[in-house]
């Protein structure tokens, strides 16, 4: 039947005076099969005869509602058809329609296919502009008719009696529009079709704004205050739309907040080298997940850098956690400060200072809840021996945190606390101020160490010489690791330790110049390997593309925690001849000749020519007092000579038996042992205490098995500090344990604990490691506790986020979801808990890996497991995994492939065509799933937006994050209720908790597009935001899947 045809029939069912079921039961006669009257646009045109007249037909009008009422109409067609009724003039049709409108505007819904849904919301849409119009138009006639301009915006005086006839039957149009307007708007479940229709089409939005203008404009002149207060309202309620999904509840009235504390405990301690723009990303995703008030947030900041201060042992640790403190925090808080998202930190401008950093600041003073006591600032005081709050007050103001005025007031209110002076620390200079004064001189280093200085290398040599006086190095070190100069500072020194390679007719005085700067700078190099990594040299290949010698060494030759070396390799005896000239030079009376001599060949030669030397002594050769000649002609001018041939004795020694080992140890004292000659070159002291230093470091290991020492023990100081945690004759899983219980119970992470616990990460493994510390979660009952130690192990788990997101989500949570044994396990507290716990480690891991954000530490533990993980997850998609759980067939896989490739014609974007996809999602048939493999099901069960977004599938996080929710799915679809359904309501509360939205770049973009009407069956999903907050509005079938599950709500 076309539209002309529909016309002649509402004509001649007027003419005739048909009833309306009479009416219906002709027009249904005629009308062609296969066709919906939505389709042939009868609302419309029912509406459009109805509408003829100044007032409405009653009897077509009477055919529309019999049409409403028999479904024979959807309400999107009505509400469209309605929409483009805009003669407001006529009030008594512009009545009828506000009348059909309240037939079904309390109960809106859609239960047909997706398309369906997504016309609801743009009719939904038409109708609030509609309205907002009609509402406008009323409020400007009467303004004509009181008289009053529109710019006017105080009311006008009451009309007389006479002319406010009119106004009155304006202002009950007025106020009718208003109260339909507000009984739409005011319903959670219309704002979020609407917002989907915004996001649909973006210019239909703009017909908003505009009535909203307009019926501003119009406000000021209604006499009724009442009614302009519910307009005004009505009118925010309108704008509001857009911002739905940014507005939050109220946080949790928490006081303390251990993850925060735990994280920059954790990043001061082991991280001082990263980035600050991770370190800032990491902070505001803690924020951001858990809520936390902006002055608490930097308030726990500075409690932990004041902890770490009191806590850290003396030598390098405390001159690292000075320079965190004092140099790098500061310059994190002006990055949360200019942070660019809307949940920024919002620390204020100087001229504004009444928020978060001051607000921080003053509660270390004023011993709010929850407190920084003056107990606590006294100690920071006495340890580094200097007001360290007005210190960091100071750095604060010098990057504009801060006003002059407020920083004067704050620094005054510790003005009277006690310095805790004495005689003995009277002259010692604080750290924090070295520290400070420590990174302008490094700029100026590097800039020095840049120069060219083949012509006259002494002036740079007296520079080097001063860096190694006292704990100059250390100091320099630190505030060039705090302020991410270190690494070019290594590579630098690299450069410089190749400069002695060229030499060409030199005499005494500058080939003794040339061994001192290579020997400092292999010594400084060395000292920065075992102070903050090796990972720092070795993260980025030479600038020339050729290797140098100290890379090639570190590499090959030099001990360190957790790496073993073979002490026959090739690379500890180049060339035979070398060595055995060496080995004569070593042991011939005469002294050691520094012309022309290369130091490179000579480091390397030096392992070879110790082999000869330890087996002539064995075999009785040579004497005890020949090798003492022999190692102090090896470390008596040049010191790296000797840390080679520790290095390699080193090695050699973890090859022997307990029995074996007693002369290549008394060696290694003796290399160790200074000379005091007349005869040694320049700075030599200065260079022994360094060689010593990284000797010990070198030698720890093999000296704790046979429980000998290098050196008499120090009473109070630890030699090497954070060595040797782990309690001796105790399973780790015990330390562990226990260890883990302490930190419970004391409520926070210290540094000590932090090693302790990458200590056993090292020992124990990933999966043991996460596994374990689960176990220890799943044992709390008590909420309270189990929130407090979701915090701490999300802190603990930080040591290697990566990889232990990877074990958790991949294999653990998995391992619960799939096994009835585990799933008890999994109840509340502690199954809500490890919800919160798995969303947090997902959203942190996501966030970091998508930015290339893994620390060093992070990343020399990725390559070292990365084959691992291949084996569990394979790559290549054909070997069989160890996770047979979320693996797709390849039959599946292929047909996943060819569909996103037609993704266009299965899904047009013109919405005209008919769509394959939506023809599977419009099903209403429950399709029967097994709790098993979500590799058995169907390709549309399992399309996500991540694949229309064509994310990299074989990154193994976000394999492992695909598949997870695909076993959620299928525990959605399957007919088996109990913890493990509850666990997964928990985990999608926990994402929308957390503010996740479904789009790109978020984790939710991994979850099945079917998964949204599986999650809105439970009780607790069943919310409107809670769709708008997993669905991925930004594609064409994320809004539909949306509008779908919205509509049957």
Request: aromatic share 6%; with cysteine.
């Given at each position: 039947?076309?539209?002309v ?55 077509i ?15 999107s ?6 929409s ?10 512009v ?23 997504i ?16 509402c ?7 303004r004509e ?12 005086p ?36 609407i ?14 704004e ?14 009724n ?11 925010a ?45 990491q ?35 405390e001159l690292k ?38 607000w921080?600041?003053s ?7 929850p407190?920084?006591s ?54 010692i ?5 070295l ?24 002036g ?22 705090a ?76 001990p360190e ?22 080995v ?39 004497s ?21 041939a ?32 007349e ?20 030698c ?23 060595r ?27 540094s ?6 990458e ?61 009835p ?8 507290p ?9 969303v ?6 996501y ?66 065509q ?21 590799g058995?099901?169907t ?55 957390c ?17 949204v ?10 919310k409107p ?25």
């Amino acid at each position: 039947m076309k539209v002309v045809n529909l016309k002649q029939a509402i004509l001649q069912a007027w003419k005739e005076r048909w009833s309306d079921y009479q009416w219906a039961i002709n027009i249904k006669r005629n009308c062609p099969k296969g066709v919906t009257w939505d389709y042939l646009n009868l609302a419309e045109a029912l509406m459009e005869q109805a509408m003829i007249g100044p007032s409405p037909n009653p009897l077509i009008l009477s055919y529309l509602k019999y049409a409403i009422s028999s479904q024979m109409v959807s309400y999107s067609s009505v509400l469209t058809a309605m929409s483009k009724f805009d003669d407001f003039s006529r009030e008594l049709c512009v009545k009828s329609l506000l009348e059909i409108m309240d037939m079904f505007s309390h109960r809106l819904s859609c239960h047909g296919k997706a398309e369906e849904c997504i016309g609801l919301c743009r009719s939904l849409l038409c109708v609030v502009v509609w309205l907002l119009q009609g509402c406008a138009f009323y409020c400007e006639r009467l303004r004509e008719q009181q008289g009053a301009p529109a710019s006017q915006g105080v009311p006008a005086p009451s009309p007389s009696p006479g002319p406010g006839a009119g106004a009155g039957a304006g202002e009950a149009s007025l106020k009718a529009c208003q109260e339909r307007l507000e009984s739409l708007i005011k319903s959670i479940k219309n704002r979020a079709l609407i917002y989907i229709a915004r996001v649909e089409e973006q210019a239909s939005w703009t017909n908003v704004e505009q009535a909203l203008v307009k019926l501003t404009e119009n406000l000021g002149s209604l006499t009724n205050h009442t009614l302009r207060t519910k307009l005004e309202e009505s009118a925010a309620l309108v704008k509001s739309i857009p911002q739905m999904l940014s507005v939050q509840s109220d946080p949790p009235v928490l006081t303390s907040f251990p993850s925060v504390h735990a994280f920059v405990m954790l990043e001061g301690t082991m991280n001082l080298t990263g980035d600050t723009q991770p370190l800032v990303e990491q902070l505001m995703m803690i924020k951001r997940m858990q809520r936390i008030p902006a002055p608490l947030f930097v308030l726990e900041i500075w409690k932990a850098c004041f902890t770490g201060l009191i806590e850290s042992p003396e030598g390098t640790e405390e001159l690292k956690w000075t320079a965190f403190t004092f140099l790098k925090i500061p310059q994190v808080l002006l990055r949360l400060k200019k942070y660019p998202q809307s949940d920024k930190v919002q620390l204020q401008t100087p001229h504004q200072q009444t928020h978060c950093t001051t607000w921080g600041s003053s509660e270390f003073l004023n011993f709010a809840t929850p407190p920084i006591s003056s107990e606590t600032l006294d100690k920071a005081d006495q340890r580094c021996n200097c007001d360290c709050l007005s210190l960091l007050l100071q750095e604060c103001n010098k990057l504009g945190l801060l006003s002059d005025s407020n920083t004067a007031n704050l620094t005054a209110k510790r003005e009277f606390a006690p310095r805790l002076k004495t005689a003995e620390n009277a002259n010692i200079q604080p750290n924090p101020g070295l520290i400070l004064r420590a990174e302008p001189t490094v700029t100026n280093i590097l800039k020095t160490v840049d120069a060219d200085h083949s012509k006259s290398p002494e002036g740079l040599l007296g520079v080097l010489g001063h860096m190694l006086s006292g704990k100059s190095l250390d100091l320099l070190l630190a505030a060039a690791a705090a302020t991410g100069k270190l690494k070019s500072f290594a590579r630098k020194f690299i450069k410089l330790n190749e400069f002695p390679k060229h030499m060409s007719g030199e005499g005494s005085k500058s080939a003794s110049v040339r061994a001192l700067l290579f020997d400092i700078s292999f010594l400084m190099l060395c000292h920065v390997v075992q102070t903050y990594g090796s990972e720092l040299i070795l993260s980025e290949p030479s600038p020339s593309g050729e290797v140098p010698f100290f890379e090639t060494w570190l590499q090959t030759c030099m001990p360190e925690e957790g790496k073993t070396l073979n002490p026959d390799h090739p690379c500890f005896r180049p060339e035979s001849g070398k060595v055995e000239s060496l080995v004569a030079l070593l042991n011939s009376a005469s002294e050691m000749k520094l012309v022309q001599m290369k130091w490179h060949e000579i480091c390397l030669n030096t392992p070879g020519a110790i082999l000869e030397v330890l087996n002539a002594w064995e075999n009785g050769v040579l004497s005890v007092e020949n090798v003492q000649k022999i190692t102090d002609n090896i470390k008596g001018k040049v010191c790296s000579m000797g840390i080679c041939a520790v290095a390699w004795l080193v090695a050699h020694v973890r090859m022997l038996g307990l029995d074996e080992r007693e002369k290549p140890q008394t060696m290694i004292r003796q290399l160790m042992t200074p000379m005091y000659g007349e005869n040694t070159l320049q700075f030599y002291n200065e260079r022994v205490v360094i060689m010593t230093s990284i000797m010990e470091h070198m030698c720890a290991d093999v000296f704790q098995q046979t429980a000998l020492s290098l050196r008499p023990p120090v009473e109070g100081q630890d030699t090497i500090p954070y060595r040797n945690l782990l309690p001796p004759r105790q399973p780790i899983h015990e330390a562990l344990h226990s260890q883990f219980r302490d930190v419970l119970n004391k409520g926070w992470l210290d540094s000590r604990a932090l090693h302790l616990f990458e200590n056993l990460l090292n020992m124990g493994g990933v999966f043991w490691f996460t596994n374990n510390l689960v176990k220890e979660l799943l044992k709390e009952t008590r909420k309270e506790w189990a929130l407090r130690v979701v915090e701490l192990l999300y802190a603990i788990f930080c040591l290697d986020s990566q990889q232990i997101t990877l074990t958790l989500l991949g294999t653990i949570l998995p391992n619960l979801l799939t096994d009835p044994a585990h799933w008890h396990s999994l109840a509340d507290p502690p199954g809500k808990a490890l919800a919160k716990l798995s969303v947090w480690c997902a959203l942190s891991a996501y966030s970091s890996h998508h930015k290339g954000q893994a620390s060093a530490r992070q990343r020399k533990r990725q390559r070292e497991d990365i084959e691992d993980y291949n084996s569990l997850f394979p790559l290549d998609d054909t070997q069989p995994s160890k996770l047979i759980v979320c693996q797709a067939s390849a039959r599946q896989r292929k047909r996943q492939r060819e569909d996103i490739e037609d993704y266009n014609s299965l899904f047009p974007l013109d919405d005209t065509q008919p769509s394959k996809l939506m023809r599977l999602l419009s099903s209403n048939e429950d399709e029967p799933v097994m709790l098993s493999s979500p590799g058995d099901r169907t390709m549309s069960s399992s399309l996500s937006a991540s694949q229309l977004h064509a994310v990299n599938m074989r990154d193994p996080l976000n394999r492992v994050l695909a598949n997870l929710f695909l076993l959620i799915s299928s525990i959605l679809a399957s007919k088996t209720a109990g913890p493990h359904t509850q666990f997964v309501q928990s985990f999608m509360e926990e994402c929308v908790e957390c503010l996740e939205q479904g789009s790109r770049g978020s984790i939710l973009q991994f979850m099945p597009f079917t998964m949204v009407s599986e999650l809105v069956k439970l009780p607790a999903l069943a919310k409107p935001k809670v769709v708008l907050s997993i669905s991925d509005l930004t594609l064409p079938l994320g809004r539909r899947v949306a509008a779908k599950a919205i509509s049957a709500l």
